[in-house]
DNA sequence: CCATGAGTATACCGAGCGGTATACCTAGGG
DNA sequence: CCCTAGGTATACCGCTCGGTATACTCATGG
């Protein structure tokens, strides 16, 4: 478990590295924000790398008990509350995009906080489906479809950071909102 | 225009760049690369900022060439030959990703080069609205679709770095398909 | 009672950063 | 003929980077 001062490490880490960047933000910095010398730093995390997995994973923890909460109040198709979640959760931010893709690219070939975005990611996609075999049983192709959500969202995240709000996501949730209904029924009805 | 020392300069800029990361370069990495000094490519570019721009717009400008000339060859629906270019463009590389998306998640806010990544991907939409209307004239809403098929692509490049290979985007360029397709016609045949 | 763990403050290390300065070389054109 | 433009090579600047070292404070609990 973390210390006190570890903790308010980690928090500073979390605000600082997503709104300035991994590469461009030192570990003095860091450590000056959480009202802590390097030395306290170093003790907890060991170093810059091991303290940015910390990040990431604080990050995904955070963002994902918010998802599920969410998730429990909803009434179906709960797919389009991760497009929510995106946008609302509280005290991470969102106005600098997707902290997950920001990392990724920043972070060089091999590092182990790659690990930690990809399974984030993954997971992501994978709640997808999982919420589209349980809202809708007789679909079609729910793989197919939550692949389809999940690029919709990706892009409209990846832009977030570019555009400086979060338009995008709320564009891709009612381009979502369409496709979830089944094709059939636009034609016939 | 650009001596041939600057040429090599921006030569060398573009592949380090993209495949280390804006902030993970030095200028005398990349002078190195092109076998100049440091005054040169001073001489040349004036500042690392201005390198950065000009890297960015040489990106672009050498992807968009590509682009077109595959339009110009292409058959109907021409749209999707805009993730085809993302994925075969010659010498640029893509397996670390979308250019633009990367160094948009580097770069701190009120950095010019943020201009020419907006104008870039601004393009990439308004280029997708513009083959939508030239190729199927009666389209209910193709400004919808256009962006549509951009957050796909958008979605699937941001993560081909990640995954370290472009099949999302061919992922994408199926699914594309079957959106352009009219949804009326599903039901009705 | 005093030892341990968590913390403070400060200074330091070698390396790399973006950017500049000095001095020299050389090919082409008025 | 010699001046200029576009180079070369090398050294330097102040600063920041990730990471370490030394020495001190202070609360807690066996």
Redo the contacts with the bound molecule.
Sequence with gaps: ML????ERVLSAATELFYREGL???????VAEAA??????L???F????E?TIAYLRRRHDVWWAYLEERLAAAGTPRALVVFDAYVDHPGLGSDRGCAFLNAAAELPAGHPGLDVIRRHKEAVRAKFAELLREDAPGASDPERLAEQLFLLLEGAVAHTGIDGDAHRVTLAREIAEVLMRDPREVGTR
Tied chains: 1, 2.
């Design positions: 210390t006190p001062a570890g590469n461009a933000v030192g570990v003095a910095a009202g802590v010398t390097k030395k306290t170093y003790a907890c060991g170093s810059k790398t303290l």
